[in-house]
């Protein structure tokens, strides 16, 4: 195996990435609202001009990761280890699948579990079905799976692949533009690297704006629902603002196992929520449902993979296709540092297999609970949810949940559910936000976390002011176009840094009785690495 390469010392200070990153995004935030007609209708022409002219390598980009992904499986290359060859990993199988389950889990879940199915059943995408029928609900299922399946997960996997090898097999710092050495050299450590990593933190951080603007959305329509409030931009500013101030406290005191504790009641609550809509719900037409939209999209992946707006549907890829590649763009530096952070000691063909599987599996299992339940009862006659959807996407789980017994605890449980989500989640990412802006620093100053925290919150309500839902795609689309070039870079320099390991694993420090296995500096004890604090990830 290779020796790690030594990398400056850890700093603290921040630099040039955090000051123009910083920068831009104020910059952001003042304009949209000064002026956030002008911010949306720019970002309305930004994202015409990148989905027109180049959304077609979205689609290519995620279908070529999911190749590249199977190869390095099927490769010799899935035998090597993400660590040294000695290093076996710190966590069961089990345990390690759950913490993958818990990056699943997330607002997107109850954003979309009831609101996509359901609308792409009123509205089936590119006109392959007629709409309310049988087919459609098949075609409704499999575009969702597409959205949220393997082309999402495709994304972290490559961007945690070579975090998790860059960081444990070659011992550099947790950067972005570190992840280019194979392809820059000591250019990565200079302004190019710099650059890399502001696009990574602008990306980054307007994807979780996105979540924290819909978070705020779905919790506004639980309590329309619920209590009859208001549905409206001040209200979601208050919400906001006391999630801003959740996530921005708990990154910063870092309550012990606090959000490890909260992450874990948000699995336990979904998963009973998921078991209640189950059984009091169509249970076996759900069944029948899952078996067979599962089977049209997987004989269907490479078809439906390269369908481009050229019959005139734009609007809906920009509204879905194009918007959720983007955004899982915009995750991909978050949740491959956490994906590469529990996986060390795992083979890449483990690493690839658990991280493409699991959550792709859990993510069908949910839309076919939820969205097929709205569904079945949209098409049975009994309820209107699509009709609620086209009217406010934000009211769909909930109308569904009020055709099912018991509408007043689960729909308690959901707001719940989405604060909890969003907290946990917003904690990790404020962090990572801090860690990118620090040179890689692993505790991050308690004012850039601060700082952070508060710069999220402000963005989410200059996004709403400009054009709410709309206004939030638009910024995540024209984000992640850059970023799309540097995650491509990622798979470059990753296929790079493995072409140079031996094909034969050598012999680690200590297995021959010579000395001790070591560690570098940048190589602490696994209790070290894995801050589980921050272990969820909203998707």
């Known amino acids: 195996m290779s020796t790690p390469s030594a990398e400056p010392s850890e700093t603290r ?29 720019a970002g309305a022409a930004a994202l015409d001009g990148i989905t027109r002219g180049f959304g077609w ?46 990056a699943v889990m997330g607002i997107g879940l109850i954003s979309y579990g009831v609101a996509e199915p359901i609308s792409h059943l009123a509205a089936p995408p590119h006109g392959l079905a007629d709409p309310m029928t049988a087919d459609a609900a098949v075609t409704a299922m499999q575009f969702s799976f597409f959205d ?38 000591k250019r ?28 705020a959305m779905q919790i506004n329509g639980g309590f329309s629902a619920l209590f009859g409030a208001p549905n409206s931009a001040g209200m979601q500013f208050v919400i906001i603002g006391v999630i801003t101030l959740l996530f921005t406290a708990s990154a910063l005191t870092g309550v012990a196992r606090g959000i490890r504790y909260l992450s874990e009641i948000s699995i336990g609550l979904g998963g009973l929520l998921f078991l209640f809509v189950l059984a009091v719900g169509p249970t076996i037409y759900l069944i029948d449902l899952y ?72 993510f069908s299992v949910w839309f076919t609970a939820f969205g097929g339940t709205a569904i079945h009862t949209d098409l049975a ?34 707001i719940l559910l989405v604060v909890l989500f969003f907290v946990s989640g917003a904690d990790a990412n404020t962090f990572v936000l801090g860690m990118l802006t620090t040179g890689g620093s692993t505790n991050p100053p308690a004012w850039v976390l601060a700082l952070w925290g508060s710069v999220t919150g402000a963005a989410a309500m200059a996004l709403l002011v400009a054009g709410g839902l709309d206004s939030l795609q638009q910024m995540v689309i024209v984000s992640s176009a850059p970023f799309l070039l540097i995650v491509l870079g990622v798979a470059v320099a990753l296929w790079r840094d493995l072409s140079v390991e031996p094909a034969t694993p050598l012999p680690s420090p200590g297995t021959d009785g010579s000395r001790a296995a070591e560690r570098t500096p940048e190589d602490p004890p696994e209790a070290e690495q894995l801050d589980t604090d921050r272990a969820a990830v909203p998707g």
Do not use: K
Not at 190 to 209: E, H, N, R, Y
């Open 188 to 215: 990565a450590d200079g302004p190019v690297g710099a650059a890399i990593d502001v696009f990574a933190v602008i990306a980054t951080l307007f994807g979780t704006t996105t979540s924290l603007g819909l978070g």
């Open 57 to 102: 390598a979205y689609l290519l980009v995620s279908l070529g990761f999911l190749v590249f992904l199977v190869f390095l499986a099927c490769s010799r290359f899935g035998r090597l280890r993400l660590g040294r060859d000695d290093e076996r990993p710190a966590f069961r199988r089990v345990t390690w699948y759950a913490m993958i389950l818990s």
């Open 148 to 185: 949220w399946g393997l082309h999402a997960w495709g994304i972290f996997a490559v961007f945690g692949l070579a975090m998790a090898w860059s960081m444990f097999r070659r011992g550099r710092r947790g950067l972005v533009s570190a992840l280019f050495r194979p392809l820059l050299g």
């Open 381 to 414: 006659g009994t309820t209107r949810i699509a009709a609620a959807a086209a009217a406010d996407a934000n009211s769909a789980f909930f109308t569904m949940l009020q055709s099912l017994p018991l509408p007043a605890v689960t729909s308690v449980v959901t």
């Open 13 to 41: 200070r921040p630099g040039s990435v955090l000051y123009v990153s910083l920068g831009l995004t104020i910059a952001i935030v003042v304009w949209g609202a000064a002026a956030g007609g002008s911010l949306s209708r």
């Open 291 to 362: 078996v067979q939209s599962v089977g049209r999209y997987l004989s269907q992946l490479v078809s439906a993979s390269l369908i481009t707006p050229a019959g005139g549907d734009i609007a809906f890829m920009q509204s879905w296709t194009y918007f959720m590649l983007a955004w899982w763009l915009s995750w991909a530096a978050f949740v491959g540092v956490f994906l590469a952070r529990i996986s060390r000691g795992r083979t890449v063909r483990e690493f690839i297999v658990g991280v493409l599987l699991v959550p792709s599996v859990v």
